[in-house]
């Protein structure tokens, strides 16, 4: 690994001494998200691929901490962590096979356990980053609490590789449950969210939630997955009812909204993904996939961008062009638009960490 490190530097330091923006890349398997443009050796552009820096450094399932190479496979280290009957808590989904764990870190996505387990970056413990002179900086540790100041580690959690290159990730990881069981029931969308404030004031052992239907009043279906022990599921399902979903279909179910394999989510067409309150009310904006007990709220087709913003913000959330499909993106970038106190940060951490504005130029903003 030393020389592919090596290699690594070399990269970093040749693209800087020619004047070329060097993009960072893993497995391409979320190259769709960000302000994302294809990257030719004809157009001028370097590519650094990480893939080729793999492998797992260390691994403490007593300590439930591992730290592990960017270039290392998602699926890899999920593999050896359910051999000891751990996993990642945050879900994180794939999109592709080639999903490496520095591209998991840096586009800083969490799937359907996020509502109860917490965000990628609440289990970053440390970092160790490629910086545009050729350093290796370490950020973090392997313990929960080891620093002051920035916890730098975490904001290079969804940070899309523009403050350097993760080379290395320590993260926490938790024991898998011992059991699962997914309920279904039917609700319009303002039954659903209802319900989802309700079950938050109850000590329910709920995993997961998702809802969907039409933005009209109309019925859909609610899916809730409860995750413990068997005495505590059982107990659950008489307070919420429905049916159950058979094992083998309830992992399809859940893996189909982690991945974007479900229906709701058809390739071609722009994405939009709404961050909000989970009390907010239902929009009423046509068909939503609604997940994290309400944060997380789909709308799939085309939009007003300006409009849509407008409307989050309101509600005191965000709006995020998360697949552009075939349409244009909005001309400020596919993020809603930083408030001026992080964009100010945001060009602070930047110059202080890639001066030379080296590291995927505009891939989380745009004059960035």
């Known amino acids: 690994m030393d020389f592919v490190l090596s290699e690594l530097c070399d990269q970093v330091m040749t693209a800087r001494a020619g004047h070329k ?153 938790v024991p898998r449950p011992m059991e699962e069981l997914t309920l279904v029931l039917p ?8 319900s989802f404030a309700l079950w938050r004031g109850k000590p329910l052992p709920i995993s997961a939630t998702s809802w969907t239907g039409d933005d009209d009043g109309g019925e859909g279906l609610m899916h809730v997955r409860l995750s413990g022990a068997p005495p505590a599921l059982a107990s659950a399902r008489h307070v919420i009812g429905g049916d159950a979903l058979l094992p083998d279909a309830a992992l399809v179910w859940w893996r189909s909204l982690r991945e974007q394999t479900h229906p709701f989510f058809p390739p071609g067409r722009p994405l939009w993904r709404l961050a909000l309150p989970p009390t907010a009310a239902a929009l009423g904006l046509g068909p939503t996939l609604i997940e994290w007990g309400g944060g997380q709220r789909w709308l799939s087709g085309q939009r007003d961008a300006t409009e849509l913003r407008e409307i989050a ?56």
Request: aromatic share 6%; with cysteine.
């Open 21 to 173: 923006p060097l993009f960072v890349m893993g497995g391409g398997s979320k190259a769709f998200y960000g302000n994302y443009r294809p990257v030719t050796p004809q157009d001028g552009h370097c590519l650094l691929d990480m893939t080729p820096y793999r492998g797992i450094v260390s691994y403490h399932p007593s300590e439930l901490v591992v730290t592990v190479r960017a270039g290392t496979p998602l699926a890899e280290l999920e593999a050896v962590l359910a051999e000891n009957g751990q996993m990642l808590a945050f879900e994180p989904p794939h999109f592709a096979a080639s999903a490496t764990v520095g591209g998991c870190v840096a586009a800083g996505l969490s799937g359907p356990r996020r509502m109860s387990a917490g965000a990628l970056r609440d289990f970053v413990l440390g970092t160790r980053l490629l910086d545009s002179e050729g350093r290796m900086l370490s950020f973090g540790g392997e313990v929960m609490k080891n620093v002051a100041g920035y916890d730098v580690s975490r904001l290079l959690a969804g940070s899309h590789g523009i403050f350097g290159a993760i080379l290395d990730v320590s993260m926490k990881v």
């Open 187 to 194: 609700a319009t969308q303002a039954q659903a969210l209802a």
């Open 313 to 368: 913000a309101r509600l005191g959330g965000h709006a995020t062009l998360f697949r552009p499909g075939n349409s244009k993106p909005p001309v400020d970038g596919v993020f809603h638009p930083l408030a001026p106190g992080v964009a100010a940060i945001t060009r602070r951490l930047k110059q202080e960490l890639d001066p030379a504005s080296l590291f995927n130029p505009g891939r989380l903003v745009l004059e960035l």
